[in-house]
């Protein structure tokens, strides 16, 4: 069964605009939750976390939202940048870490 | 550089010929960890370790074994290869991986044919 789950393959936004990818995951354990990002050919890249004792985290254009009455994430890229266009990975566990299936976000210019 | 080196970068190899993918980091991290990439599956952790001589089983260690013996270094190895093996394999370290996050290596894609 899939603890951690990205339900959205794929999403397409504008340049500047802002980019929200969501994250749904069952185990109410989970103590912390993160995002990578990864490129075609590379691995992924870290870019924010969030401990289950919190509810937002920012830095810089990355922001993510934890609410875990609904066991649900999100990650929100203002604004977004072609360069920002990539898989991104949802991960919650703890030293043991699920990842969701990705969701393949393009930022067209 | 600070990164995390694996090696070989491309592999292709026959059922039940043992083999063992390297791989080694220079940033003196606690924490190691090696993932598969799979098509519509995702990233899924194999085995991790909190330090020398501490490993432990990800979401599907099955067919894989891993020794942590030097800081620096935590190879994977796979006894006898199947075609169900055949993967994108990633190698990651970390000071501390719920706060910093894993860096990872380049990955290493295996072909067991």
């Known amino acids: 069964d899939q603890q951690v789950k990205q339900n959205s393959p794929s999403l397409s936004v504008q340049e500047g605009r802002i980019s929200i990818l969501n994250c749904d995951y069952t185990?109410?354990?989970?103590?912390?939750f993160l995002w990578y990002k990864k490129y075609p050919a590379e691995g992924p890249t870290f870019l924010i976390s969030?401990?289950?004792?919190?509810d937002k985290n920012e830095d810089g254009r990355f922001t993510v939202f934890l609410n875990k009455s609904a066991k649900h994430l999100s990650l929100h890229i203002v604004p977004s940048q072609p360069g920002d266009s990539a898989v991104y990975f949802c991960?919650?566990?703890?030293?043991?870490?699920?990842f969701g299936k990705g969701t393949k976000l393009s930022v067209i210019p | 550089e600070a990164q995390v080196t694996q090696n070989p970068r491309y592999l292709i190899t026959v059922t039940g010929k043992k083999l063992t993918v390297t791989c080694s980091q220079n940033?003196?991290?606690?924490?190691m960890s090696w993932y598969r990439q799979d098509p519509g599956l995702g990233l899924r952790q194999i085995y991790y370790?909190?330090?020398?001589?501490?490993?432990d089983k990800g979401d599907v260690p099955e067919g894989y074994k891993v020794s942590r013996k030097e800081k620096r270094n935590f190879p994977l190895i796979l006894e006898s290869p199947s075609p169900n093996q055949t993967s994108l394999y990633f190698c990651?370290?970390?000071?501390?991986?719920?706060?910093?996050?894993?860096?990872f290596g380049s990955g290493t894609r295996l072909t067991v044919v």
């Open positions: 990651a370290s970390s000071p501390n991986p719920l706060n910093y996050g894993y860096t």
């Open positions: 185990n109410s354990m989970f103590d912390y």
């Open positions: 969030i401990s289950s004792i919190k």
């Open positions: 991960g919650a566990g703890s030293y043991q870490l699920t």
């Open positions: 940033m003196n991290h606690e924490y």
């Open positions: 370790s909190m330090n020398v001589e501490v490993t």
